[in-house]
């Protein structure tokens, strides 16, 4: 029973992009909404550009802090290919937010593998409820191109039918005071840009 | 209001409500952050060690004298404070000692997935293993008041998963604990094989009373259901049972050493068929199974890597996922590397280059190992690389040393480095070491060690001066090259390479990430006209350098060059220039 009400979060990267700002925000905020809330992170060795994912599920009791296979309600992917490798954990009707941003891997700087160019086409194409978006650049837009996390918070918060209220508070309270600005705008164009889907 | 926090938030919380006085460690994934956070807290002392083994000692030290102490560290870091480990154990405690071993099943940043449930029967602890934050932080408590009950350092084993997992917590005021009186009782503390035979009758005595103790802990509880199956478990493998399994019954084991045994029986007694489900080794089942007891585990489930909800699925109800979306193309791995601007890839560069056998270590610079470097041969364990070099040398003659380096970072020679260099002198090998003093413990996340000069708490201390350390154990030849200026380094490999005796490369500078690498407020970028698409530049594995395919040219992300100046040194055909950002 508790188990069908838990909602289950997968937001992937490479490591450095600033994904496990995002998952804590959001785990913040459903906090504050009174849910069980659990947030699994990778830190260490994969950190250093390697494909990393963070894991937010919450509802009225939740066990596991990892999210099975095929049972992600959404995955918000910082970058493409990591979108297509962690495919798998999305439920049928789940929902895949793209980031349009592509970070080369080793083997295809290297020239060893090939890079799935229109990768972020097929997989709109295949799963129903998808999406490509450009929070990279329109964080820039908002003053640095770092606050592309913040944007993905907007969009996801718009997905998750969040607050927007509690949102900012959230990043008022985990964010330094001297970027508070770009990235508030961030979330507000990240809100925005789900309109535009 | 309750808090979300990782493990070892709770874990640094429920030490600093325990009313823990001191706490030692040394870094190592995935047990760092609770000395960082534990080191926040009013009114505490805590430090980074050199070693996991002098950090225990530490340990035993405060505990001695009267303190309640926290000592952290990984998995293997255990295996190097083992022995004041074995010998503690039979002396006990005086003020309370908790020691987190930090397990890393799946190694998601580890070179094993070594048990340490195992140590606790070793040993002869009490072992608690937590399932969620908030047992974390209560565990702890309970741990260092049976510390002192019954005159044991307690070890609270954790996994990656649950360091490293968020839940909610419900935090409590620090009790004020004074510190215990301290006196001479050398019975007690001077391990002579005397006192030492009087107190392992004392050790046998405490497993025993632990025993007894387990059986009505509230950390072990039975959660009746469907009693056609019952699963014992415990850990972060508890919730992946709640989870795909919420109807059968469950015993729950929050000590894990020792066993409690009629529990057990109880449980059995009361469920047509048992399951063990356990990560790594099959500690609980074996004695389950010495005891009589008709059980399963090991034959069902895997005792590598660690578990996840739908390898339960699939290993105990046979259900499994079916794969919805199918794509087209395959998706290349990404596996981690060099950082942009890591001075870690002029060595590697170079090394590779040269074509030696380099004995290996740990930290960042293992990616060394990796593509497109890949110029690595071996990796053992932290310190390792100075120890291994010699032996090859004893083994295969000093011929083969002129062509073989050992490389360490400097954090992990201050670890355990400093002692194979001495075995080098000492026995007249003659090495060539290359030293990566990068001004921090980067792998871990950047923390301080004794040749920062910089404590835990960010406090100016005496700096270990490398230089001097490696002349005071017998190296007549140190000498100190930026690893980034290619042509320097490479001379001093050759010219180190060519002598007869040991010698010692210091590469020096900043890791990247940090503020001390003051970078070069310029960017590279390729000059198209010159570029011949040649990929000598692509070949250093900068992520700030990408090579299209249909133009057959190199090019430089702005927003990832960090303007460290190696790529031009390696472009043959000077198409790499420099632009002031
Ligand atoms: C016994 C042990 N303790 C801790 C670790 C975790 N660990 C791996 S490498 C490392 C130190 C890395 O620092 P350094 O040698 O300075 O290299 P860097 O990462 O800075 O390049 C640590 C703490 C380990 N693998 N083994």
Redesign the interface.
Known sequence: MSKQATTNILIVGVGGQGTLLTSRVIARVVVELGHDVKVSEVHGMAQRGGSVVSQVRFGPRVYSPIIKEGDADVILAFEKLEAARWLHYLKPDGTLIINDERVDPLPVMSGEAEYPEDIDQELVSIVPRSTVVNATEIAAECGSSRAANIVLVGVLSRAMDLEPALVEQAIREMLPERVLDINLKAFQRGRELYDTL | M?K?M?GNEAIARGAYEAGAKVATAYPG??S??ILEIFSRYEGVYAEWAPNEKVALEVGCGASMGGARTLVAMKHVGVNVAADPLFTFSYTGVNGGMVLVSADDPGM??SQNEQDNRGYGRFAKLLVLEPS?SQEARDFVKEAFELSERFNTPVMLRITT?LA?????VEEGERVDIPLKPYEKNPAKYVMLPGFARLRHVEVEKRMAALAEYVENSSMNRIEWGDRKVGIITSG?PY??V??VM?EASVLKLGTVNPLPENLIREFAAGVDKLIVVEELEPVIEEQVKSWGIDVQGKDILPCISEF???LL?EKLLGQA???????????????????PGCPHRGVFYVLKRMRLTVCGDIG?YT?GA???LAAMDSCICMGASIGTALGIEKARGEEFARKTVAVIGDSTFVHSGITGLIDVVYNQGTSTVIILDNGTTA???HQEHPATGRTLSGNDTIRLDLEQVCRAVGVNRVRTVDPLNLEELRTAVEEELAVGEPSVIIARRPCALIPQADLEKKTYYVDTDKCKGC?LC??I?C?G???EEEEKLAYINP?LCVGCGLCPQVCKLDAILAREA
């Open positions: 309750k979300l990782i994934t995935p760092t952050e998601f940043s969620d998963r490293h997992s968020q839940s909610l972060i919730q992946y709640k989870e919420s996840t909800p739908e699925e996922v079916e794969e919805v979306f199918t794509l087209s193309t395959p998706i290349p791995p990404r596996p981690p590397l060099f950082c960042c990616l990796l593509n497109p792998m871990t996340g990929k692509v070949k594995g992520t350098i990408y090579w927003n």
